[in-house]
């Protein structure tokens, strides 16, 4: 696994150290719910207790960090998806089917 240039996200109204976010919700038109680590899921209310809320102005600077974050730490098994390479690996497939 490689290393985050950046693992906190220091936006205008919040911080969010970007190693403990579990999942982000985008259902609500007007922001985010990053669940963490730390959050729990409250049975009662039927929703996420102690989430972190991103207003909408903030969340596409947030997902952005989040998703910068996330291929840092992933490049070495993230896919290549530049059509040369594609186009490669399908090659060496039909070449390995018409071998067997």
Same mark, same amino acid.
């Given at each position: ?12 109204? !919040?911080?969010?150290?970007?190693? %403990? ?6 259902? /609500?038109?007007?922001?985010?719910? !990053? !669940?963490? *680590?730390?959050?729990?899921? %409250?049975?009662?209310?039927? =929703?996420?207790?102690? +989430? &972190? ?8 600077? =947030? *997902? ?6 996330? +291929?840092?730490?992933?490049? %070495?098994?993230?896919? /290549?998806?530049?059509? +040369?390479? &594609?186009?490669? *690996? =399908?090659?060496?497939? &039909? %070449? ?5």
């Amino acid at each position: 696994m490689n290393t985050a240039t950046e693992s906190i996200y220091s936006g205008v109204s !919040v911080i969010v150290p970007l190693a %403990d976010v579990q999942h982000i919700e985008t259902h /609500n038109p007007l922001g985010l719910i !990053v !669940v963490t *680590k730390h959050t729990r899921w %409250d049975k009662d209310g039927d =929703f996420w207790a102690n +989430s &972190i809320w991103i207003d909408g102005a903030e969340a596409t600077a =947030f *997902k952005a960090a989040w998703c910068r974050y996330r +291929s840092e730490l992933e490049a %070495d098994t993230l896919m /290549n998806l530049e059509p +040369s390479a &594609i186009m490669a *690996k =399908f090659d060496s497939a &039909i %070449d390995a089917i018409k071998r067997a």
